[in-house]
């Protein structure tokens, strides 16, 4: 009896024994199944790209002290260099009557619409009998004017210059009627035009800026300023003391500053308060910029005179403003990236960047590297920078000082 229990019991354990070892087995058949896929996941799951650190700040500013800009004593005035920022502004903004600085507009809208090039005299113009009446008017009204005479012949050319030089209000009229066929026909489209430009609180009366509804603030004109310079017929025009002319002979230059203090435009107006809308040639080393400064309500017992003398300040200070400023140098590092398994890898310029600025204007780096980082050889481009200082802009490719490697296997191995 006791015999058959021991082996009934020895039966039990075997048994209880084989089904605990099966158990065991499965287990690990599955801990090792879990670590396969697990590290089949590491392998096959895409790893994260390379971290980008910046060792040149996104932002800065040119160091110095902030210029002193010699704005006027009253009125209101606005400033800036071309292709480089604006300088700033003076005074209120608001809407001031500007005179002959209007004829800006109206020198724009008529080669706008009868383009010519450097050398080129355009269609012909003929003086009729209304416009010598207008002439006389205007002349009795003791209005700036230029003589004609009924079938007087002027090429596009002349008329633009008898416009902007003498600045002759009847040739505004001229103009106007020649190329709208009528002067209110002109006037709404120099009005259509000041608001495509975005020109806030400015109207347009007439096309010689005689009316007192043409009106507009420093701002405003600043740009309409810069139009006329871009174009260089209408910026030969303004740079010149005098022209002659077939009927009227030689026409001297309202803006009497014309080639004095680097002065080379723009256009002057005064009817009760003088106006002046002042360009300036800019030279930095080798390179030439335009700046840019109109003043409005100037006044004194000489109001145009005020206004030419503060437009000079503005012109003699704008060239004196500027200075090289280098925001990189060729190979220095911009970046660098943290390569997972690797350690960091430097991202060096290719190229220097100088630009020109003055003290206080903004300096931004932008940096867009490649999506792709893996397998770059040591100094391949990987991205490129974007360099902005005030409205200039440039680009230069960025390289990586050592290879960009894949994270090894174990390092995908052993990292979540």
């Known amino acids: 009896m006791a015999s058959r229990n021991r082996r009934r019991l020895g039966a039990r354990s075997r048994g209880y024994g084989r089904r605990r070892s099966v158990r ?87 080669i706008r619409d009868h383009p010519l090039s450097l050398g080129q005299q355009g269609p012909s113009i003929t003086i009729t009998p209304e416009d010598y009446q207008i002439y006389l008017t205007d002349k009795a009204q003791n209005d700036s004017v230029m003589a004609v005479a009924p079938g007087e012949q002027l090429s596009e050319y002349q008329a633009l210059e008898a416009l902007l030089i003498p600045s002759a209000d009847n040739m505004a009229t001229v103009l106007a009627t020649w190329d709208a066929g009528s002067e209110s026909a002109f006037v709404a489209q120099m009005n259509h035009e000041a608001k495509v430009l975005g020109l806030t609180d400015t109207h347009y009366g007439d096309p010689s800026g005689l009316s007192a509804a043409t009106y507009s603030n420093a701002s405003s004109q600043l740009r309409v300023a810069r139009l006329v310079m871009a174009n260089p017929v209408l910026a030969s025009i303004v740079s ?54 109109v003043v409005l309500d100037q006044g004194g017992v000489a109001p145009l005179e005020t206004a030419l003398h503060n437009g000079v300040r503005l012109a003699e200070f704008e060239e004196q403003l ?95």
Not at 257 to 286: D, P, Q, R
């Open 24 to 110: 065991l087995g499965r287990v690990l058949i599955v801990v090792v199944v879990v670590i396969v896929l697990a590290g089949v996941v590491q392998i096959v799951r895409g790893v994260p790209q390379p971290s980008y650190s910046a060792v040149v700040p996104a932002t800065a500013t040119i160091p110095g002290s902030a210029p002193n800009v010699p704005w006027p004593s009253g009125g209101e005035a606005a400033a800036e260099i071309v292709g480089v920022g604006r300088i700033g502004t003076y005074g209120p903004t608001t809407p001031q009557t500007i005179a002959s600085v209007a004829k800006m507009m109206t020198a724009l809208l008529t």
């Open 240 to 293: 010149k003391p005098q022209a002659t002319l077939p009927v009227a002979g030689v026409v001297y230059n309202v803006n009497g500053e014309v080639t004095h203090h680097g002065i080379i435009g723009v256009k002057t107006g005064s009817i009760l308060t003088g106006n002046f809308a002042m360009a300036c040639a800019v030279h930095v080393g080798t390179s030439t910029y335009t700046g840019l400064g």
């Open 322 to 416: 500027l200075r090289p400023v280098t925001v990189l140098r060729a190979g220095e590092e911009v970046g660098s990236l943290a390569v997972p398994g690797h350690g960091s890898v430097a991202v060096t310029a290719t190229r220097g960047v100088t630009l020109v600025g003055w003290p206080g204007l903004l300096v931004q780096v932008t940096v867009h590297l490649h999506q792709h980082l893996y397998g770059a050889a040591a100094h391949a481009v990987v991205g490129s920078a974007t360099v902005t200082l005030g409205e200039q802009r440039m680009t230069v490719p960025l390289v990586a000082s050592s290879a960009v490697a894949s994270p090894s296997l174990l390092w995908r191995l052993t990292h979540l």
